[in-house]
């Protein structure tokens, strides 16, 4: 789950495990996160929900970014 620490409004990834495993919830940064075996699907989850919060905004490699894409001569 993705949690907010209301003492300085820092973002990080709270790790539930399954009670039958008897393991502790921890706090998780996200960048150590998402560096940590990357494939699973909480680290799928975790960039869609990144990637609709900048829905909207071009991709470096998009040509119509002017941000970001080349300069055209015409």
């Known amino acids: 789950m993705l949690a907010r620490d209301p003492a300085n409004d820092a973002a990080f990834v709270l790790h539930e495990p399954n009670a039958s495993s008897g393991g502790q919830p921890s706090r998780i940064e996200i960048g150590a996160f998402l560096r940590a075996d990357a494939n699973g699907p909480e680290h799928q989850a975790l ?21 970001f894409g080349s300069a055209q001569s015409t």
Not at 47 to 67: H, K, N, Q
Request: charged fraction near 30%.
């Open 47 to 67: 960039l869609r929900l990144i990637g609709s919060l900048v829905e909207g905004f071009a991709s470096p490699d998009d040509e119509r970014s002017s941000a």
